[in-house]
């Protein structure tokens, strides 16, 4: 019953209303292929056969339940299903790099220097650091400046620590301790 065309069309027609309402009447005229694949793989049916109000409507409320799309509202209740228009989360959805949404949803962690020499730390204790080498490590580490254990952890996480001893010996080369 949901078709993926049909939907990416609905919101490039509502688009194209912004940042009015359309008429879902108009949602008729669209031109989608007239098969749409099955969930299996196989073709079946036209949509010129099943393009019903009804089919309309699944397709946009499937949209609206994803908030790409919303209803005419009065006063948080959907007044009218005749007319949609397309959400600011649906305009980012049409765009390549993810719109506005993407730079807005991006999560920055931050840690403080304590913070990261710890995680140095124990990342490179976890990977079997040479007894004789442990001491000089560690205090390499403790008196390091925040960017050269910056510099660490991104070493650490280009490795991926799927080489423990690897990642350890490159750590710990910068910070002069090699074996």
Known sequence: MLNREF???TLEY?????????GC????????NKSDE???GSIDYHLDQIM???WIMANLSYLAEHGLVAFVEARGLIVSYAEAKITAKGLDFL???????????????KFDVDNVRELVEVGLLTAHVPEDKQGALLKAIR???GTML?????????????????TAKAVAGLFGVSW
Request: glycine letters at 10%; hydrophobic letters at 30%; aromatic letters at 4%.
């Open 38 to 40: 099955q969930d299996d």
């Open 25 to 32: 009447d108009g949602l008729k005229r669209l031109e989608v």
């Open 7 to 9: 939907q990416r069309k």
């Open 95 to 109: 765009e390549d790099d993810g719109g506005l949404s993407a730079i807005l949803n991006t999560v920055t962690v």
């Open 52 to 54: 019903t109000p009804k």
């Open 143 to 145: 008196k390091a400046p």
């Open 150 to 166: 910056q510099t660490a952890v991104t070493k650490m996480v280009e490795k991926g620590m799927s080489d423990p001893v690897g």
């Open 14 to 22: 509502l688009r194209d209303e912004y940042p009015g309402y359309a």
